[in-house]
């Protein structure tokens, strides 16, 4: 069988949804996913899914997509963790709100920090600080 499958997971970026994701291409993405891509494959790749990478990337738009294509906010795995963690260790504003409108569970734990409130602390982004204890962290 010469075709890979458009879900298959391996390598860094675990599958091509999550490749385009971690770019921001909300053309390939919405392609990958008119073709049949799962928006919640996980357990594979340096962010564990792609709503983990659009939301450690910076692709706010992908994020949006994702999440009306029913992607889980909530997914668990990858390099940060969560979704929410890995916006809030980046200071990414739009996609903590996005994430936060969306019911993200706030007490989900990552790897490194432990939770989303830690991360941005770390990093001292202030205002993603004040966003998360707004929203009870």
């Not at 983990?52 to 909530?74: F, H, M």
């Not at 994430?99 to 993200?104: G, T």
Request: charged share 20%; proline share 1%.
């Amino acid at each position: 069988d010469r075709t890979a499958g458009i879900d298959v997971k391996e390598g860094k970026y675990g599958t091509a949804l999550q490749a385009a994701a971690i770019t921001g291409s909300t053309l390939i993405v919405r392609k990958l996913i008119a073709k049949g891509a799962d928006v919640n494959t996980s357990g594979c790749g340096w962010f564990g899914n792609a709503f983990q990478a659009a939301a450690a990337t910076g692709s706010t738009e992908v994020v949006r997509l994702l999440l009306e294509k029913k992607a889980n906010p909530n997914a668990l795995g990858g390099w940060y963790g969560n979704a929410l963690r890995a916006a809030s260790t980046k200071g990414y504003v739009d996609i903590v709100r996005i994430l936060l409108a969306a019911d993200f569970e706030i007490y989900l734990r990552g790897l490194f920090y432990g939770n989303a409130l830690q991360a941005a602390a770390a990093e001292g982004h202030t205002q993603v600080v004040e966003m998360l204890i707004a929203q009870g962290a």
